[in-house]
C-alpha cells in the first residue's frame, strides 16, 4: 500500500459510515464527512534528548494484538500495520505485560517495516536488589528476541516497578547502544506525584503517561516539567478507554471542528491532546484498519488553538 492509496483508503473510510468498536477502545465512532482525505505529511514532534523527530501518531498494542496464532486473529493486524506504515508513522507501543503482544508484533512485522520501525517496550518484573536486575535483563532479552528487533529504540520501566534497578540496567544498555533511548510509564492519574519527582531527579529521555480532553490534571505540574527538562512525552488512554466516545454518543461532530481539520470525534480527542506543544506522541490501541486510518489522519492539518480546545473540554461536559 503506497501513500497515494493510502489517502484514497481514508476518503473512503471517511464515507462509509460509523466505524467499529476496535480492540479495547470500546469507542463508537461518529460518521465523518463525506470527500475527507489526509493531506500533507503527518506532524512530526522532536525529541528532546536527540533532535530526532518521530511522526505524532503512534500505535498502542494493549489489547487488539493479544491474540493468538489463529490467522483469521492476526489478518486484520496485518493491515493495521499495513496502513500505519503506510500513513507515515512509526512508533509501536508494547510491554511483556500485554500477553503475547510482543510475540504477535514480532511475528507480523515484515522485514521492510522493521527497518522503520520506531519500538517502545517496557521493563515489568517486581523484585529487589540484583536479583529484580537480573530478571529484569531477562525478560528484556526475551521482548527483543520476541520482537525480533535486537535493538530496541525505547525501553521504558512500566509503571515504576523496581525503577532504580532497571534505570541502572537501561543506562548501561543505552551506553552500549543496546537502547537508543530509555524512559518510565505508568497511566493513572495518582501516578503523578511520583512522576514528577521521577522526571525532576532523573536523566529520562521520555516519560508515558495518560492525558486527555477529559484528564487535564497533567498541564498543571507534569507536562510543564517535562518541557522544563526536556523530556519527549507519549500519551496513554487519550480516549479514556472509550469513556470519551460514551460522553458524545449520538452528537454529531461540531462544525467548529472543521476548522482544525477534524473529521470525528477520534481525531478531535487526539488532535486535543497534540495541540499540547509538550507532547511528542500519542499512541491509540487498535485492531481494526477502518479505526487506524482514522486515528492517523488526526496527525495530519493543523491542531486547536486555545479557544478550540475550550470548546472540546465543554463538549464532554
Known amino acids: 500500500?503506497?501513500?497515494?492509496?493510502?489517502?484514497?483508503?481514508?476518503?473512503?473510510?471517511?464515507?462509509?459510515?460509523?466505524?467499529?468498536?476496535?480492540?479495547?477502545?470500546?469507542?463508537?465512532?461518529?460518521?465523518a464527512p463525506?470527500?475527507?482525505?489526509?493531506?500533507?505529511?503527518?506532524?512530526?514532534?522532536?525529541?528532546?534528548?536527540?533532535?530526532?523527530?518521530?511522526p505524532a501518531i503512534g500505535?498502542?498494542?494493549?489489547?487488539?494484538?493479544e491474540v493468538g496464532a489463529d490467522d483469521a486473529a492476526r489478518a486484520p493486524l496485518r493491515e493495521v500495520l499495513q496502513g500505519f506504515f503506510a500513513g507515515g508513522a512509526t512508533l509501536i507501543d508494547t510491554s511483556p505485560m500485554y500477553s503475547t503482544a510482543e510475540a504477535v508484533l514480532g511475528d507480523l512485522l515484515t522485514a521492510e517495516q522493521q527497518a522503520q520501525v520506531f519500538i517502545a517496550t517496557k521493563v515489568w518484573t517486581p523484585g529487589s536488589g540484583s536479583h529484580g536486575e537480573q530478571k529484569g535483563i531477562e525478560q528484556m532479552q526475551r521482548s527483543m528476541a520476541l520482537l525480533k528487533h535486537p535493538r530496541i529504540e525505547l525501553m521504558q520501566v512500566h509503571n515504576l516497578v523496581d525503577l532504580d534497578a532497571h534505570l541502572k540496567t537501561l543506562r548501561q544498555w543505552k551506553a552500549e547502544s543496546k537502547i537508543k533511548y530509555l524512559g518510565v510509564t505508568h497511566y493513572t492519574t495518582s501516578s503523578y506525584p511520583d512522576l514528577i519527582r521521577i522526571v525532576g531527579r532523573e536523566q529520562l529521555d521520555f516519560v508515558q503517561f495518560n492525558y486527555s480532553a477529559g484528564t487535564r490534571e497533567a498541564e498543571q505540574r507534569l507536562l510543564p516539567l517535562c518541557a522544563e527538562k526536556g523530556v519527549a512525552v507519549i500519551v496513554n488512554r487519550a480516549f479514556e478507554d472509550g469513556n470519551l466516545f460514551a460522553r458524545v454518543q449520538g452528537k454529531p461532530v461540531p462544525p467548529w471542528a472543521a476548522e482544525f481539520g477534524a473529521n470525528s470525534w477520534a481525531q478531535v480527542f487526539l488532535k486535543f491532546v497534540l495541540a499540547h506543544p509538550t507532547v511528542t506522541c500519542v499512541i491509540p490501541a487498535t485492531g481494526k484498519l477502518r479505526n487506524l486510518v482514522d486515528n492517523l489522519g488526526a496527525g495530519f492539518g493543523a491542531l486547536p488553538d486555545a479557544k478550540q480546545r475550550a470548546q472540546i473540554v465543554a463538549a464532554i461536559a
Do not use: H, K, W, Y
Open 1 to 31: 500500500m503506497d501513500r497515494r492509496n493510502f489517502i484514497a483508503m481514508g476518503s473512503v473510510a471517511a464515507v462509509t459510515g460509523p466505524r467499529a468498536v476496535a480492540g479495547v477502545d470500546g469507542e463508537p465512532r461518529g460518521r
Open 59 to 65: 500505535l498502542g498494542t494493549s489489547g487488539p494484538f
Open 34 to 54: 463525506a470527500g475527507a482525505t489526509i493531506p500533507g505529511q503527518m506532524l512530526m514532534r522532536r525529541i528532546p534528548s536527540s533532535g530526532e523527530t518521530l
